[in-house]
């Protein structure tokens, strides 16, 4: 039976048995499990209403760090291709980003082998399969690592961010302080 019902989460997902520890920090999660740690995050109870239509919005699939960060595909619309839906990132710190504009952008920064998708700090140690994973990123989809991971997730999120926010306000079921993540957006 196959991880998700996306083809290119479930070749990661195939890598990842395979080659565990391709990259710092991530790790999957069983897919689109019912919070997945969002209502925690969001300090909710659960019960709220409202609370189903706004988990259904967000499919949750993989550990981001070692601190309980987390990755979700969000549900922007009702394409057919949910690789391309936004990658979001909740931070265990309250931290929240869109990082991809889809799944290839997000295994794109994977490459980095850096749980804060950014730029490599310069160290020499790599997780255990990063070389196969590189390798593997290659020759299934034709990427690379991105020259600019700043660039990358910034295009994600001038095309994804606001819209992201205004959704989470009109959705979850609790009051909402996105002050800092639209600066980050700068707005």
């Not at 920090?25 to 995050?41: C, M, N, T």
């Not at 990658?87 to 265990?92: A, E, S």
């Not at 660039?151 to 959704?167: C, K, N, Q, S, T």
Request: charged content about 25%; aromatic content about 12%; hydrophobic content about 45%.
């Amino acid at each position: 039976m196959p991880y998700s019902p996306i083809p290119e989460l479930n070749l990661l997902h195939d890598f990842a048995e395979a080659h565990p520890y391709f990259s710092e920090g991530f790790e999957f999660y069983d897919f689109d499990r019912p919070d997945a740690g969002l209502v925690e995050w969001f300090d909710m109870k659960g019960d709220e209403p409202g609370v189903g239509v706004f988990l259904d919005g967000l499919m949750p699939f993989a550990q981001a760090t070692g601190g309980g960060s987390f990755y979700a595909l969000w549900r922007c619309d009702d394409r057919a291709d949910l690789a391309t839906l936004p990658v979001v990132f909740f931070g265990d710190e309250g931290d929240l980003d869109v990082v991809g504009a889809g799944l290839r952008d997000l295994f794109r920064l994977l490459a980095l082998d850096d749980e804060m998708l950014g730029a490599a700090d310069g160290n020499d140690l790599s997780s255990d399969h990063h070389g196969d994973y590189v390798a593997w990123l290659a020759a299934t989809f034709g990427l690379t690592p991105p020259a600019d991971p700043d660039a990358l997730i910034g295009m994600a999120r001038a095309e994804h961010g606001e819209p992201f926010v205004e959704w989470l306000i009109a959705t979850v079921p609790t009051r909402l302080d996105l002050t800092d993540f639209r600066h980050g957006l700068g707005r």
